[in-house]
């Protein structure tokens, strides 16, 4: 399975302390600067977002978010106003290697990079604890089917 995104927003919560605005010619193009890699990228504000990206309260709510991070007042989601010109960083973006939901589709954890969890909920921090960390080899796609199978059988849903 493709990586999906959720729209939680939670990686471009901080992303201001890396990607910052160096040049604004007030065309709705803008030029970013990466603070780390020192990289330069042109983005501009996708048609379709114009409104939301002038809706100014998410940058209120989180100041260290991406300049461009918006949350529809909606539908609750967080959305990327130059998602069709963001830069490669946030394009090659995955904030998981696995997903796990509860039944009703919430968030239960994750699991990050090589084998990183990160729990929502007790009752999966537990069944991880006695069930899926004894398992060895977190790099491989068998430990991730022996996962899979662990966490659909105890009634979540995962996602890759």
Same mark, same amino acid.
């Given at each position: 399975?493709?990586?999906?995104?959720?729209?939680?927003?939670?990686?471009?919560?901080?992303?201001?302390?890396?990607?910052?605005? +160096?040049?604004?010619?007030?065309?709705?193009?803008?030029?970013?600067?990466?603070?780390?890699?020192?990289?330069?990228?042109?983005?501009?504000?996708?048609?379709?977002?114009?409104?939301?990206?002038?809706?100014?309260?998410?940058?209120?709510?989180?100041?260290? @978010? *991406?300049?461009?991070?918006?949350?529809?007042?909606?539908?609750?989601? @967080?959305? *990327?106003?130059?998602?069709?010109?963001?830069?490669?960083?946030?394009?090659?973006?995955?904030?998981?290697?696995?997903?796990?939901?509860?039944?009703?589709?919430?968030? @239960?954890?994750?699991?990050? +990079?090589?084998?990183?969890?990160?729990?929502?909920?007790?009752?999966?921090?537990?069944?991880?604890?006695?069930?899926?960390?004894?398992?060895?080899?977190?790099?491989? @796609?068998?430990?991730?089917?022996?996962?899979?199978?662990?966490?659909?059988?105890?009634?979540?849903?995962?996602?890759?």
């Amino acid at each position: 399975m493709v990586f999906e995104c959720q729209q939680c927003g939670e990686c471009c919560s901080i992303m201001g302390q890396v990607l910052v605005v +160096c040049e604004d010619p007030g065309t709705k193009k803008y030029v970013l600067s990466n603070q780390y890699t020192g990289e330069k990228t042109t983005v501009e504000i996708d048609p379709d977002k114009v409104d939301l990206y002038e809706d100014r309260s998410t940058i209120e709510r989180f100041p260290e @978010a *991406c300049p461009f991070l918006r949350f529809n007042r909606e539908d609750g989601r @967080a959305y *990327c106003t130059v998602h069709l010109t963001r830069p490669d960083m946030c394009r090659d973006f995955g904030c998981w290697r696995l997903l796990i939901l509860r039944p009703d589709g919430r968030r @239960a954890g994750r699991v990050m +990079c090589q084998s990183h969890f990160c729990p929502d909920d007790s009752d999966l921090a537990r069944l991880w604890e006695e069930r899926i960390r004894p398992i060895d080899d977190p790099g491989g @796609a068998e430990w991730d089917r022996s996962v899979i199978s662990i966490l659909t059988r105890a009634g979540y849903q995962v996602r890759i």
